[in-house]
């Protein structure tokens, strides 16, 4: 037989490099060097604007120091070194979204160094990558090219709002990893405070350098891409050029050296307007301000005050809470569901149900918010209410049904479940006479039913169920209907055995 | 009623106080005088009507007792300093029809104190020069000879103080600029420290140089001046957080004991014209006469000073006008084409050609592959003239050198050779670049009857010093009159 050899571009020939440059707007009251508000999503055009922010003649920046204790906690957070002393530096070029013809960022001396983010690759393995550095810097107005056929605008709301520019060592090897690595960071940016991480209002923006080469080869030409808001885009964005780059590769060709930006109709990657590669932005230290110092005793108070990170947490869930991996990632995901469940199971008076309560938080409640399509709030139900829900459950004081039920009068109104159940009187019933007293009174009334089940049509011991829990208006607690149907049944067979024997 | 602009510092103060004549008459001749040396060109934009509201509102505050230190003084300021809804131009065409909605830290607290607002003082374009000579707002004359420059680029504050249009004014010194047309029109000037006062709202050139800094026609004058204009702003944030002192406390004090330092090196080498050389020994005799010891001293890097300067003047000026890009405020060329075309034509045709020269000069010097060999070894020079100047101060109390290197010079020669021109800088710049303080002060007049200008160089946050020794060359110098009679030459 002859040997094919498989020549299609396929991933396992070629190893994906891919380094992502994050910018992560900082959350604070105001802006990184000018005193106005920095939250400008939504707002007016040219609302949010100070005379600094429009880089209006003799105007000097002030640090806000706020500022940088946000980068210095994510910092701390990954592990990374605080520069004590950093430099800001101006980074020149013209664009009219630019107002003062440079940016303020940081050069040469960020003010954190030499981070690690631990990801999950394919196959759920642990693998650590490398973050080179984060460090400060103004974000840039916006320019709108698509109002007006001859003119372009310029909204500064957004200029001089405080980034952090978050950059990767080029560890990450595909496209899952790169997903994972940026909500991990997300998340964490999330539970610290520093960011708010909504990439469609621009809060979160990556952009990847992707190359690709043989494995043991040289590295390949890199390629940034740009422009993709949502973690969608920046999956279909890398699929699209890892692909693109294989598939040049393989056919002979030459990867250029360019910037793409990720069009969504599309689905392609195209090249932006060509830009100088190496742009020389005139990098010196900004004369208007002084280094930037801090003490180690600022970076202790810093590092005493951060609250847990979301992987210690995780871990806490499964080994205190028995929690399944599964479950903990679910919870850990929004800080405030985490804390909420938390509240829960201290509320519980046996924590066994802990378990039980991440089922109804994560089963339940999640499921209404999606029909509703609202968010999580804390409010919503109390803490405190859920848990005795959950307790009432595990007693089986309501069945599973009735329990959903109450649930869902409590989501509504935000009244606490005793109440409900004594209201509506939905008490599972689990007093054995009551339900025995059901039971005969549907094996008296199905009297046909009965005889048809006993010559061995069993298929109608589910009808039975059926017409007890009926019968009690759905209070019976099924295991007790169950069991005690069975037995009365089996006292009926055993009841017309002897018959037959003795007419026989 | 119109001589009242001749009266002193003193003179009017005390005047206003006894109510010999009001504010609004003060600063009536003050605007009588401006119209009357227009020829001059000191003034960019004079604001009679704001003047006289000013006046008025002094002459309400006298009446009330509450008058400040500086109430109802007339004032001229340098077209660098923001003043809130009052055109503001930096003398060039970018900023033609510039009007800030803010007004500069130093101007509000000048105004607090009580000053009258005459105009806006021409100036070198972005404060580029030692000449005054902008294109697009015309050169300013020397009163003492018009075919002569007043020096730059305070220029139109020192022509105004000379020609009897304005009590005090208001400057700018990042190379020399406030002391240089103050030696060449014969008034004092004050370099005070680098932050002593506040940089917002100033017009920006040369971040880590520049240094709003008073002119007045006497010695005391400035330092009450400097009074209202020094403290620390945290809109600034290389404002200094040192309290500010009582400037004045040492005038008049003894001069027993104290030592003056001649830098050897520039004895030596900085060519001075022989009129500047005699004026210099005989500052140096005076202060001998006084009680004082003069101490030869070295400042071995001040060779460097002058390109250590413009390297790094130069790059800071280059960054700081990239804003003037024409999207945001100021001129916007017409006919543009593309995004391009509107920066090239803005800049190309709203910046002289001093300042094109800047630009460029700082462009190069920032470039990849250049920064080390130039604007990082400035850097490190500039902190070897530092640690001289400190060397020195441990052994004198004050430095002592001309201001200049000539008198004023003719205005037809200012512009043929653009870097010989840096050469007018060569005994201020060292002050800048050194971060210490300094004054000039009038000491004498040239065979042609031009001033000539005596530099004092103090240790930073040591002001006081400067007119303690200031006040002294000034009391024991007779200098001619200002020329307040001398006519004006016609345009």
Known sequence: MPMTIDVSPSCNAFETVIGLEIHAQIVSESKLFSGAPSQVFGRDPNSCVSFLDMAMPGMLPTLNQACVDQAIRLGLAISGTIGLVS????????????????????????VVQDGVLQIQGKDKAWKTVRIQRIHIEQDAGKSMHDQDPKKSYVDFNRAGVGLMEIVSHPDLSSPEEVIDYVKRLRCLMRYLGVCHGDMEKGQLRVDANVSVRRPGGALGTRVELKNMNSLRFLQSALYYEIDRQIGEISQGGVIAQETRSYDIASGKTRPMRVKEIDYDYFYFPDPDLRPLVVTEAHVRTLAEALPETPWAKHKRFVQV???????????????????????????????????????????????????????????????????????????KKVSNLMAKEVFGVMFETGQDPEGIIQQRGLSQVSDQEQVQAWICSVLDREGENV???????????????????????????PQFIQELLAESLRGLKEKAESVEKSLA | MTELFKLSLDQATTGLRNRDFSARELTQSYLDRMEATRAHNAYITATPERALRDADRSDEKIAQGMAGPLEGIPLAVKDAYCTKDILTTAASKILHNFIPPYESTVTEKVFEAGAVLLGKANLDEFCMGSTTTPVHTGATQNPWDTSCTAGGSSGGPASALANGSALLALGTDTGGSVRQPAAFCGVVGVKPSYGRCSRWGVVAYASSLDTPGPLARRVKDSALLLQAMAGYDPKDATSLQEPVPDFTQGIGQSMAGKKIGIPKEWYDKAQLDPVMMDLWKRGQDLFQEAGAEIVYVSLPYSDYALPCYYILACAEAASNLQRYDGVKYGLRAENIESLEDMYFKTRGQGFGPEVKRRILIGTYVLSHGYYEAYYGKAQRVRSMIQHDFRQVFQQVDVVLTPTTPTPAFPLGSAAKDPVAMYWNDVLTVPVNVGNVCAISVPAGVSEGGLPLGLQLIAPPMREDRLFQFGHLIESSTTMPPLPFSLAATPE
Request: hydrophobic share 40%.
């Open chain 1, 451 to 477: 005889a048809a089940y006993l010559s061995g049509k069993d298929k109608l011991f589910a009808f039975f169920v059926g017409q007890v829990m009926k019968e009690s208006k759905g209070k019976a607690n």
């Open chain 1, 87 to 110: 430099i800001m530096d101006r980074k020149h070029y013209f664009y009219p979204d630019n107002p003062a013809g440079y940016q303020i960022s940081q050069y040469q001396s960020p």
């Open chain 1, 321 to 395: 809470y028995g929690l399944s991996e599964y479950d903990a990632d679910l919870l850990i995901e929004d800080m405030e569901v985490a804390g909420y469940f938390e509240q829960v199971v201290a509320s519980l008076s046996d924590p066994v149900w802990s378990k039980l309560a991440a089922n109804w938080i994560l089963g339940e409640y999640f499921a209404t918010l999606n029909r509703t399509h609202e968010s999580f709030s804390v409010t919503r139900i109390k803490a405190e209410h859920l848990a005795q829900l959950v307790a009432a459950v595990a007693d």
